[in-house]
């Protein structure tokens, strides 16, 4: 499309529809603490049509046209998905977390050391499901109670929880935030966007860092509570090792990945080790690959498919509502806005502004993070390209700080929201305050200063160089 898409009241209109898909993440996620990414979705296309409402006569094609272009980027980030959810859902099957509730019954650890286990444990289950909030769901009725009764704290365990599954959210390459971190970065000397397995290589770095810092943090804060009766019951039904196993075809699904840079050569590796492994252990059967129960498909092959759909509708929205603003120029303003700043005259003042700008991005969205940085991700794009960035560090900046410090706010994060609705329901211990559960979050916090600290010294930087290969000097 040549001609620029026009509002009626200038440029500025093009945000309508950002504004009103804002007001829906803080209605449902909120005030209605309604976890559906669907519903964002619904949020986001109602935002479209009312905002073609405000374009001037004889554009009203166009912002659809523009809305259609949008869309169109976000075919293989939503392809990826699909295929994702597929493995995700074989993992999750398995139940992996009973593995490891029998591995710390066995090592006989409580008090700081069991939040620590824990906190490797999740995340462990998270980079393996790919689902933050899906291994919340999972792991907060096993480990949370059971620590309590085992002298932790309830605080920094219940943060050790959400922390851990953040921390697979950011790094598993089956992850949805990191396809959409991955997917919005182009290369500007070859064709196409960053791959997934190299995007995971060259953020490994930073999460093992932060992470191994967050794991002595919690031994050493995670203790001090007072140890009751009941935590070995909880342990005992939760107890199966036979599903340590699982952790093979998730380990070569990874190496597969990181090595091939394909993620669908090491998905389909994956799926099929993760399925002949479940099958000979017992962990699966054959209705639990695929199946019919009472009219209604069953079996992770089709709950891959069904438990991605909102997000896919998610991402295809919110790509419509960036098609807007690319169409209206808006997106081109904001970049040359951000590079013709004072911070835009350097690379570390350009990575400055990412930080900054997804940080924002994420904190008015409700730490929606798949949402945030679909929005963002675009313009970070821009920015990155201009100044020679390669994507793989201009993705895991994009990802890294939207799962950082950020997601901690009390009273503006998803993550917060659940980690305190988790704690509800025990006799044992009183639900926890928000503003408890956030202060427990140490491996964000930590993430936030590791990212910070390679943003100042440089550490990690890698440029784009020739046939968009990664370099450590710009002129190469």
């Known amino acids: 499309m040549n001609k620029r898409l026009e509002f009626r009241g200038g440029w500025g209109a093009a945000f309508i529809p ?9 209605l449902f996620f909120i005030v209605f603490k309604a976890f559906e990414m669907y519903a964002l979705a619904m949020g986001a296309f109602v935002a479209l049509m009312v905002g073609a ?11 659809w046209d523009s809305v259609y272009e949008g869309v169109k980027e ?4 939503t392809i990826l998905l699909f295929v994702i959810g597929m493995f995700s859902e074989l993992i999750k099957a398995t139940n992996i977390s009973s593995g490891f509730v029998w591995l710390a019954n066995l090592l006989g650890v409580d008090g700081g050391l069991f939040t620590a286990f824990t906190f490797l444990a999740v995340c462990i289950i998270s980079t393996a499901t790919g689902s933050s909030i899906g291994t919340m769901f999972t792991c907060f009725p096993i480990f949370y109670p059971a620590g309590v009764l085992l002298g932790c704290d309830p605080a920094v365990l219940a943060g050790a929880i959400v922390s851990a ?21 182009e290369y500007t000397k070859k064709e196409g966007f960053a791959e997934v397995g190299g995007c995971v290589a060259a953020r490994l770095k930073y999460s093992l860092v932060a992470g ?11 203790g001090g509570g007072t140890v009751g009766v009941g935590a070995s019951d909880i342990l005992a039904k939760n107890m199966n090792p036979t599903t340590l196993v699982m952790l093979v075809p998730v380990a070569v699904m990874l190496i597969a990945a990181i090595k091939t840079r394909n993620i669908y050569i090491a998905i389909t590796i994956g799926i099929i080790l993760g399925t002949i492994t479940g099958l000979a252990f017992n962990l699966l059967n054959f209705d639990n690959i695929i199946s019919v129960v009472d009219g209604a498909p069953k079996g992770f092959l089709t709950g891959g498919i ?20 690319n169409g209206a120029g808006v997106l081109e303003k904001v970049t040359n806005g951000i590079l013709n700043s004072k ?5 570390r003042g350009a990575e400055i502004a990412m930080m900054l700008g997804i940080s924002f991005t994420t904190l008015i969205f409700g730490g929606v993070t798949s949402a945030s940085m679909t929005t963002f991700g675009k313009v970070q794009n821009e920015i990155g390209k201009r100044v020679g960035l390669h994507p793989y560090r201009r993705s895991y900046l994009l990802d890294g700080f939207a799962n950082a410090i950020v997601l901690v706010i009390p009273f503006l994060s998803v993550f917060v929201f659940l980690g305190a609705l988790l704690s509800k329901g025990y006799d044992f211990v009183s639900p926890l305050l928000l503003t408890q559960v956030s202060s427990g979050m140490i491996y964000c916090m930590v993430l936030f200063l590791v990212l910070l600290f390679s943003i100042i010294t440089g550490w990690g930087r890698e440029y784009e160089g020739l046939e968009g290969k990664a370099v450590s000097n710009p002129q190469e």
């Not at 599954?165 to 970065?185: E, K, M, R, V, W």
């Not at 069904?306 to 603003?325: N, Q, R």
């Open 18 to 26: 950002v504004v009103i898909f804002l007001f829906f993440c803080i």
């Open 53 to 63: 409402i405000f374009v001037k006569k004889g554009n009203y094609n166009r912002f």
């Open 306 to 325: 069904s438990s991605m759909m909102a997000t896919v509708t998610l991402v295809i929205s919110v790509y419509g509502i960036m098609g807007v603003l």
């Open 212 to 222: 191994i810092i967050s794991f002595v943090l919690f031994w050493v804060f995670g």
């Open 343 to 347: 911070m835009g005259q350097t690379v």
């Open 74 to 77: 976000a075919v293989p980030i």
């Open 165 to 185: 599954s953040i921390f697979g959210d950011n790094l598993a390459p089956i992850s949805d935030t990191t396809i959409i971190s991955a997917g919005t970065q």
